[in-house]
């Protein structure tokens, strides 16, 4: 049997209409079932603009050059409507007020589903699903506007789970929000990610309380993908910056540099902290200031 | 100087306050950061320094003035800000001529106005989008141009609604850096943010509003450690806080954070140090 990724870019490249530079230029990359990509980048990278390629908001709802091919579970999407995608990729953007429309947070999770003319029972059944998946039942009767930025998102995602779609989407989507509520909602991403097997794409600034979920990171700079793979992998490569380093990594990295690659330590230490994978999240660190003093 | 006394507001006479007797004092070049959960009232707080709302009881005053009858535009002579979302501040053709704007219409000579906005793109990082049209920049960048185009009117308290939102950790660091630098000539700054790892970098100062209530008041590094505060006022701890609080708990240590990065640093060193010492003497 030969393997189908997921999701596959291939030269993808866009130029938006009336600007010189290209947004997106030869990108490529496999996406694997069940992965967690968090795609990094600077401001400006092109990180939104990518996401939109992947359920055809680029190029049919934007207008520009566009050259490459996106597949989905090997099927080019270029002939596809995106209503027809919302079947197989959900997508949750930035500001959930650019999504919400219906007059209460039931009838928002219901309204795909409403799209494609599925049973009544049927939907009432999914949306009662979703609901206590993403523990909604307090505001499922409340308006979309009327309730908090952290609710508006959850209700965001709900309706984007809707058609329970294999691929879910995420640009920025905790960047408004407080941070408890940007964790809740990561936490809630993983759990989609891990007990479901949803594929993830989510593009953030927040490495530390994200990297602990991800599987593979996507880094993107001025259009180009320059590192594509496992977290370790993509911060040892040349051409992923310092300054997009995992704060608790740079902590790391910094007390390596003080402690003169650990030398001022004996022998026996240096190589045990040596042995330590460098930390990214707060559990490594917790483990590495563990194997400092630990003897093996 | 930025002085609450004793403010109310409500939007309508039928409902309920919004701010609920709010008091402080902000002296010339204080860095200030607002912190509380969304809904809380911080952004009606703030409209309050620019004179877009007025208190329903209580009194503003900037610089030792009281602000109820002054014009908005005179008030925007000395109070800068820069809102939430950008889209609904950037106008013009270019980004150069957003950043001119300002200076423009407080009467800058030409020359002037060129070389503060020369000045302001250098220090954000923002020369190769001076000639590029605001709509055509990534949130992230518009965000910085917004910010970038209320640092060039040159006033003497700034305000900013969330100045983080979408920015990477070396545009982040380049505000705060510049930030500071504006401490040093006595402007003053404001911030509005969820952002609790600039805050303990950049911000010594933290106000916390929960429910229109002024709850706490007082040093970043303190009021950012504060469990309940932090659960009343949906943040969450510091990284850097965070990590010692855990490593403080696994090795059964006193729980006495550093607060900067270069404290954290020398920190970690001693504490491998130490455990290398007691593990020779074993």
Known sequence: ?296 | MIEFRDVYFRYAKKNPDVLKGISFKITDGELVALVGKNGAGKTTLLKHIIGLLKPTKGEVWINNENIIKKPISELAQTVGLAFQNPNHQLFAETVEKELAFGPKNLGMPEEEQERMVQKIAENFNITHLLQKSPLELSGGERRLVSIASVLTMGQKILVLDEPTFGQDYRQKKRLGTYLCDLRNKGITVFIVTHDIDFILDYFPRVIVLVDGQIIADGESKTILQDELLIQQADLEKPILLEIQEKVAKMTNQEYLPATSEVEFIEKFKDILLQAASQEGKK
């Open chain 1, 1 to 296: 049997m030969t393997y189908t990724p997921v999701i596959e870019l291939k030269n993808v490249t866009f130029k938006y209409k009336n600007c010189d530079k290209f947004a997106l230029e030869n990108v490529n990359f496999q996406v694997a079932q069940g992965d967690f990509v968090l795609l990094v980048g600077y401001s400006g990278s092109g990180k939104s603009t990518l996401l939109k390629t992947l359920n055809g908001l680029i190029p049919h709802f934007y207008s520009g050059l566009f050259g490459g091919d996106v597949k989905l579970f090997g099927e080019s999407i270029a002939e596809k409507k995106t209503a027809q995608l919302a079947k197989t990729i959900g997508f949750v953007f930035q500001n959930p007020e650019n999504q919400l429309s219906a007059l209460t947070v039931e009838r928002e999770i219901a309204f795909p589903l409403e799209n494609f003319a599925i049973p009544r029972q049927e939907i009432r059944r999914r949306v009662n699903e979703i609901i206590a998946l993403l523990d909604l039942e307090k505001i499922q009767d409340k308006s979309p506007f009327a309730i908090s930025g952290g609710e508006q998102q959850l209700t965001a995602i709900g309706s984007a789970l809707a058609l329970d779609p294999p691929i879910l989407v995420f640009d920025e989507t905790t960047s408004h929000l407080s941070p408890q509520s940007a964790t809740k909602i990561i936490k809630k991403i993983a759990e989609l990610n891990r007990e479901q097997g949803k594929t993830v794409i989510l593009s953030e600034h927040r490495l530390d309380r994200n990297l602990q979920y991800v599987t593979k990171i996507a880094y993107i700079e001025s259009g180009q993908l320059k590192a594509f793979g496992p977290p370790r992998e993509v911060l040892h490569n040349k051409n992923y910056p310092l300054e997009l380093y995992p704060r608790i990594t740079s902590l790391y990295e910094q007390l390596k540099k003080v402690t003169d690659n650990f030398a001022i330590l004996p022998e026996k230490h240096r190589k045990q902290l040596l042995a330590v994978p460098e930390p990214l999240t707060i559990d490594d660190f917790l483990l590495f200031i563990k194997g400092g003093r630990e003897s093996v």
